[in-house]
């Protein structure tokens, strides 16, 4: 009983709060990728330069290069991905991570030596942290594994409710009143350390960078209508084993939200395009392993798909990418929070930064092509479908499962 009195509060939090965008924690690749920030910024980050000269606010001339500038675009677009950071937070961000490391992963031999072992910018020696942020393991801010991914830090910084350590350490998102904070007092309110005026001196490096990096490049193209919708993976070689909606995770045990649909498959079977459609972005995270994320125009409005646990080196499409209804973009894989292949498919309307919907539904509706008798897939025969059926009536596929709405708060 108190198990269902959870999943039901679970339900009515997720369907009325507001919308966290898709990937809280993604890698971006720093072509030409849009961030939508909350309140109404919309950054495109562009091409990174090779170098960046700029002044401190205490005159100090610096020059960054374009590692350094390619983490700044990690911090930028993290944080345009998560909910309430804005434009001021992802400005605190840099500063902080100008400060403690001049914005370079920096591992550290001395006491963690299989630090090393990861990509890395050099070593560093303050006592026993880590990475841009200089995050310390003790201190609870993750593994050496986790520390060493400049991803993973910038998410631990912004914090808050999506953010990997909520709700302690504390991030930004996790100190109250953190917008009426000099910009230098939020960053040392996070980072606690030991000499909180420093950070004051790179705000307007900080707010240079961000200048460059989101103002010298063209908004994307026109994503093209798409004339029609594919299930993403061949006829006879998916099995569904886990529906949208609230249930126990797999991994953590844990009561939590799932914000796709899950279709267990062989390792490397193709994963297709939904729709024709434009790539936003194909990272790899702690959570989604391999992902690629996709912007359909499906009935004149903007849809984006997502296709998670794929190996990295089998993604087969790069962002900005034009792709086709049908085309092979990836393969199925278990990279991320995985307990075997399978494909963790998430529909969005209105964008990545929208609400996940349940696909199957979605699918229903929008009658796609491939699938004309799902029941003869192998594996347990999926339920017949809870949803209506469309009007006019049209050739469904049906995939089981009922329409629900959510929020993502655990990852896939």
């Given at each position: 009983?108190?198990?269902?009195?959870?999943?039901?509060?679970?339900?009515?939090?997720?369907?009325?709060?507001?919308?966290?965008?898709?990937?809280?924690?993604?890698v971006v690749?720093p072509a030409?990728?849009?961030?939508?920030?909350?309140?109404?910024?919309?950054l495109?980050v562009g091409?990174?330069?090779?170098?960046?000269?700029?002044?401190?606010?205490?005159?100090?001339q610096?020059?960054?290069?374009?590692t350094?500038l390619?983490?700044?675009?990690t911090?930028?677009?993290?944080?345009?991905?998560?909910?309430g950071?804005?434009?001021?937070?992802?400005?605190?961000?840099?500063m902080?991570?100008?400060?403690?490391?001049?914005?370079?992963?920096?591992?550290?031999?001395?006491?963690?030596?299989?630090s090393?072992?990861?990509?890395?910018?050099?070593?560093?020696?303050?006592?026993?942290s880590?990475?841009?942020?200089?995050?310390?393991?003790?201190?609870?801010?993750?593994?050496v594994?986790?520390?060493?991914?400049?991803?993973?830090?910038a998410?631990a910084?912004?914090?808050?409710?999506?953010g990997?350590?909520?709700?302690?350490?504390?991030?930004?998102?996790?100190?109250?009143?953190?917008?009426d904070?000099?910009?230098?007092?939020?960053?040392?309110?996070?980072?606690?350390?030991?000499?909180?005026?420093?950070y004051?001196?790179?705000q307007?490096?900080?707010?240079?960078?961000?200048t460059?990096?989101?103002?010298?490049?063209?908004?994307?193209?026109?994503?093209?209508?798409?004339d029609?919708?594919?299930?993403?993976?061949?006829?006879?070689?998916?099995?569904?084993?886990?529906d949208?909606?609230?249930?126990?995770?797999?991994i953590?045990?844990?009561?939590?939200?799932?914000?796709?649909?899950?279709?267990a498959?062989?390792?490397?079977?193709p994963?297709?395009?939904?729709?024709?459609?434009?790539?936003?972005?194909?990272?790899?995270?702690?959570?989604?392993?391999?992902?690629?994320?996709?912007e359909?125009t499906?009935?004149?409005?903007?849809?984006a798909?997502?296709?998670?646990?794929?190996?990295?080196?089998?993604?087969?499409?790069?962002?900005?990418?034009?792709?086709?209804?049908?085309?092979?973009?990836?393969?199925?894989?278990?990279a991320?929070q995985?307990?075997?292949?399978?494909?963790?498919?998430?529909?969005?309307?209105?964008?990545?930064?929208?609400?996940?919907?349940?696909?199957?539904?979605?699918?229903?509706?929008?009658?796609?092509?491939?699938?004309?008798?799902p029941?003869?897939?192998?594996?347990?025969?999926?339920?017949?479908?809870?949803?209506p059926?469309?009007?006019?009536?049209a050739?469904?596929?049906?995939?089981?499962?009922?329409?629900?709405?959510?929020?993502?708060?655990d990852?896939?």
């Amino acid at each position: 009983m108190a198990r269902k009195i959870v999943l039901t509060m679970l339900v009515a939090v997720l369907v009325f709060a507001p919308a966290v965008a898709l990937l809280g924690s993604a890698v971006v690749n720093p072509a030409a990728t849009g961030t939508c920030l909350p309140g109404g910024d919309s950054l495109i980050v562009g091409p990174v330069p090779d170098s960046l000269t700029t002044t401190t606010s205490d005159g100090h001339q610096i020059t960054l290069d374009r590692t350094q500038l390619t983490h700044a675009a990690t911090i930028i677009t993290t944080g345009g991905r998560v909910d309430g950071v804005g434009r001021d937070g992802v400005v605190i961000a840099l500063m902080a991570a100008l400060t403690e490391s001049r914005l370079r992963m920096l591992a550290n031999t001395g006491a963690y030596p299989e630090s090393g072992d990861y990509p890395n910018d050099g070593d560093g020696s303050d006592h026993d942290s880590l990475g841009l942020f200089q995050m310390r393991p003790a201190a609870g801010w993750g593994t050496v594994a986790q520390l060493m991914d400049p991803t993973y830090q910038a998410a631990a910084f912004y914090g808050g409710p999506t953010g990997p350590n909520y709700p302690s350490p504390r991030g930004l998102l996790d100190i109250t009143g953190w917008r009426d904070m000099d910009p230098g007092e939020a960053a040392q309110a996070v980072e606690v350390s030991a000499h909180p005026d420093r950070y004051r001196a790179f705000q307007p490096v900080a707010e240079t960078i961000l200048t460059t990096l989101t103002t010298n490049s063209q908004p994307p193209t026109q994503v093209p209508e798409a004339d029609r919708v594919v299930f993403p993976l061949p006829a006879g070689t998916w099995n569904k084993t886990s529906d949208f909606g609230p249930r126990i995770h797999p991994i953590t045990g844990e009561v939590s939200f799932h914000t796709g649909t899950d279709y267990a498959a062989p390792d490397a079977t193709p994963i297709l395009a939904v729709a024709d459609g434009r790539v936003v972005s194909t990272d790899t995270t702690p959570v989604y392993g391999g992902l690629i994320v996709i912007e359909h125009t499906i009935d004149a409005l903007p849809v984006a798909t997502a296709y998670a646990h794929i190996w990295p080196d089998d993604i087969h499409v790069s962002p900005g990418q034009i792709v086709a209804a049908g085309q092979h973009i990836g393969d199925v894989g278990s990279a991320g929070q995985s307990t075997g292949p399978h494909l963790h498919l998430e529909v969005r309307p209105g964008g990545p930064d929208q609400p996940p919907v349940d696909p199957v539904p979605w699918f229903n509706g929008h009658r796609p092509d491939d699938l004309d008798n799902p029941t003869a897939t192998p594996g347990t025969p999926c339920a017949p479908s809870t949803a209506p059926p469309p009007d006019p009536p049209a050739r469904t596929v049906d995939l089981g499962g009922s329409s629900r709405t959510g929020v993502e708060w655990d990852g896939p």
